[in-house]
């Protein structure tokens, strides 16, 4: 039984550019969660989706940030115009319900901005 | 808004030794979970409590709930260096119908022979 899939695991990109990370959930799981983490920091909240629904994006930026997670297919964070500051590990989670339960981590994708 | 606080920020210990780290909310919560996350790795679940006053071992490990619901804890018995790594608590507030966890901000214990 595959865990929560993440690609790439690394990903450089050059001031500017555009930033899409994947993340496929557990087999069975609908929802979705998405964090980033600083260096020697704790778990940032993102986001939250369901297929097809953003159920709580509190923790998104504003601007450049957005994520989905369609009805097929893996969920996507995209970043765009990335800036030196948003460089830090994006760890998706995913549970099969929400409420109770834990959440199961993917390994995380490594964004270096230069 | 919801806050989890979490002390000490650093542990180092010496392999033998036991170790606390203490989760605090400013809210009531309706569970709270820990997870572990190894140098490089990602968090790894490793229990929930539900009840006010609950307390579960896993071996060497004991979590406590608190009465209140607001407070938490893990204790290591005997510390070894394969219990290196970060230490997270996180809760969902009670009075919220979303599936958010409010994570703290993690003890990062160092074990040394």
């Given amino acids: 039984n595959a865990g929560v899939m993440q690609n790439p695991r690394h990903l ?10 994947r993340c496929s959930p557990m087999k069975g799981h609908s929802h979705v969660y998405w964090y980033r983490q600083l260096p020697e920091e704790g778990l940032k909240f993102m986001v939250y989706l369901q297929k097809e629904n953003i159920i709580d994006e509190s ?53 270096t901005v230069t | ?33 820990w997870y572990k996350q190894r140098p490089g790795g990602h968090p790894v679940f490793l229990i929930q409590l539900v009840k006010s006053g609950e307390v579960k071992k ?18 290591i018995t005997a510390t070894q260096t394969t219990d290196v790594g970060t230490y997270f608590c996180a809760g969902k507030d009670r009075g919220s119908t979303l599936g958010r966890l409010y994570f703290g901000r993690g003890t990062q214990l160092t074990v040394w022979p």
Avoid: W
């Fill in chain 2, 58 to 75: 896993q071996k060497r490990l004991t979590f406590q709930f608190g009465e209140a619901k607001k407070n938490s804890s893990l204790h």
């Fill in chain 1, 12 to 21: 450089v990109r050059r001031r500017g550019q555009e930033a899409r990370l």
């Fill in chain 2, 1 to 33: 808004g919801q806050q989890v606080m979490q002390i000490p920020q650093y542990q180092h210990v010496q392999e033998g030794e036991d170790f606390t780290t203490y989760c605090n909310s400013s809210t009531t919560l309706s569970n709270i979970q």
């Fill in chain 1, 59 to 111: 923790g998104m930026p504003k601007e450049r940030f957005s994520a989905e997670f369609p009805k097929e297919g893996p969920s996507i964070l995209r970043i765009q115009q990335v800036v030196r500051g948003d460089s830090a590990a994006y760890f998706c989670a995913s549970s099969p319900s929400t409420g109770f339960g834990e959440q199961y981590f993917g390994p995380g994708t490594r964004l």
